[in-house]
């Protein structure tokens, strides 16, 4: 009668187990955010968030001269 017991209450408890895994891993599923959209540059190789819409070291160039543009030196052309 002992061992009915203990067995009939094991498996009680791995019900109750295996259910709150199975909620608590639902619950996780649902509170991902959204992938964020990366971009590589083709100058520079550095990847960034697409929302940024220009790379960072591209955007420090354009900073520095004031043009608006990149260089023609960075973009690969010939002067």
Not at 50 to 60: I, M, R
């Amino acid at each position: 009668m002992k061992g009915w017991a203990a067995s009939r209450r094991v498996a009680g408890v791995a019900a109750a187990v295996t259910v709150a895994l199975g909620w608590g891993l639902r619950w996780l599923s649902r509170r991902r955010p959204a992938p964020v959209a990366v971009v590589r540059c083709p100058i520079h190789g550095i990847a960034y968030d697409a929302e940024l819409e220009v790379c960072p070291d591209c955007a420090k160039v354009d900073g520095a001269t004031g043009s608006g543009t990149l260089p023609t030196a960075e973009k690969g052309g010939v002067r």
